[in-house]
């Protein structure tokens, strides 16, 4: 499976009708695909979003330290007026807990030149019976940590709940992507969520 990670590549989310392959509740669009018609748009509350982000295709990379390796398939968004929540789902029968561990990258002022490449901040989640998942405040020197939040694991996947505060305030527009690892360390990433670039959430 070729991986290519271009910040520059952006999927954009807006509130509206569904595009089944892609996206639940939400229209998506790429460089190449046009915005929904203005009609085609539902008027929801401010700063309440949900997307729902999927890949269908069996593309994890092999990574022999495990006998499956973790295939993110569903990465659910919900934006509220205090915090972000993310639910992360794999493939059945790929997903062990007390191995595997995500990253969340967050793009918040949606600016590719700022941050570290481009994100403000990242989310580690570590694996089932760790400390939960800290927030870090990215820079072109690494990462300082400014709050860590618990996480609830499920059968496929887990739930994180990351509040505005610690991710700068923002207005719950931001773009992100998810990194997924097989082991809690030597880094080696199994599996991103969209393939390529970032999602847009607006």
């Known amino acids: 499976m070729r991986r290519t990670h271009s910040f520059r590549t952006t999927w954009r989310l807006v509130r509206g009708s569904a595009i089944a392959a892609t996206i639940t509740s939400l229209a998506a669009c790429?460089?190449?695909?046009?915005?929904?018609?203005?009609?085609?748009?539902?008027?929801?509350?401010?700063?309440?979003?949900?997307?729902?982000?999927?890949?269908?295709s069996v593309d994890a990379l092999p990574d022999y330290r495990v006998l499956v390796s973790p295939d993110l398939v569903l990465a659910g968004v919900d934006v509220g007026a205090d915090d972000i929540v993310f639910r992360l789902r794999h493939r059945p029968g790929s997903f062990e807990s007390s191995i595997t561990r995500f990253t969340i990258d967050?793009?918040?002022?949606?600016?590719?030149?700022?941050?570290?490449?481009?994100?403000?901040?990242?989310?580690?989640?570590?694996?089932?019976?760790?400390?939960?998942?800290?927030?870090?405040?990215?820079?072109?020197?690494?990462?300082?940590?400014?709050?860590?939040?618990?996480?609830?694991?499920?059968?496929?996947?887990?739930?994180?709940?990351?509040?505005?505060?610690?991710?700068?305030?923002?207005d719950g527009r931001f773009d992100f992507r998810v990194r997924v690892y097989a082991q809690p360390t030597l880094s080696i990433v199994i599996d991103v969520l969209p393939d390529n670039g970032l999602v847009r959430i607006e």
């Open 106 to 170: 967050l793009d918040t002022d949606r600016n590719a030149s700022t941050g570290l490449e481009g994100i403000e901040y990242s989310v580690f989640v570590f694996p089932d019976g760790g400390k939960g998942a800290d927030v870090a405040r990215t820079s072109s020197t690494g990462h300082a940590v400014v709050g860590t939040v618990p996480v609830t694991f499920v059968t496929d996947g887990c739930d994180v709940v990351i509040p505005h505060s610690l991710v700068g305030g923002e």
């Open 30 to 56: 790429g460089a190449r695909s046009p915005l929904p018609a203005a009609s085609d748009v539902a008027p929801i509350g401010p700063r309440q979003i949900h997307a729902e982000i999927r890949d269908s």
